[in-house]
């Protein structure tokens, strides 16, 4: 009886870990960040800042893949200009990322590259570091992307950004690859 009892309190669960499985290598298949970004995508998005101040912006993107490693260039064109980042992300396990960026400041140096550390969950990937606005000064931020995949391949990319642990500002962006549907 104990044995049976043991043995049905395993079976959920191993099923559980099954349907997980499963389901992990479904969104592995959905959605990989190194796939979507090898090439050309663009994007559209707005920041919000303080809840007071709303601008629209595009973004280019240009990527290369070349075995664990991503290169990606990103110009944003804002109102008041173009800023420029650049993205280098290793894969380094496959649940997880690192990296740097490096971005123009709003005098047209570019910032030294800030590590970047990601990692991938159910539905997307998240990426995190404290770096610089594009454009802006020298203040360092808190940036926390969590990109999401779409169903029309379109992926979705909120961005929360902070200043001692506090949101100071989010930004709703959608990404698209050549072909990709448009909004609905």
Not at 83 to 110: I, K, N, S
Not at 134 to 147: A, Y
Request: hydrophobic share 40%; aromatic share 10%; proline share 4%.
């Amino acid at each position: 009886m104990v044995f049976l009892a043991v043995f049905l309190g395993v079976l959920p669960a191993r099923a559980a870990d099954i349907a997980q499985s499963t389901r992990a290598a479904s969104v592995e298949a959905a959605f990989s960040l190194f796939d979507f970004f090898d090439g050309k995508a663009t994007s559209t998005g707005t920041i919000t800042t303080a809840i007071f101040w709303t601008e629209e912006f595009t973004a280019i993107f240009r990527g290369r893949v070349d075995g664990r490693t991503l290169s990606l260039e990103e110009r944003f064109h804002f109102d008041d200009g173009d800023r420029l980042q650049r993205w280098a992300l290793e894969r380094v396990a496959p649940q997880r990322y690192r990296g740097t960026v490096t971005t123009e400041l709003g005098d047209g140096r570019m910032a030294g590259p800030v590590p970047v550390k990601g990692e991938r969950f159910a539905q997307g990937v998240v990426l995190a570091y404290d770096g610089y606005a594009p454009g802006g000064g020298e203040t360092l931020l808190g940036f926390r992307h969590v990109m999401r995949s779409q169903d029309d391949g379109m992926v979705e990319n909120r961005v929360t950004i902070s200043k001692f642990g506090l949101p100071i500002a989010t930004s709703d962006v959608i990404f698209r690859r050549p072909g990709a549907a448009g909004p609905r």
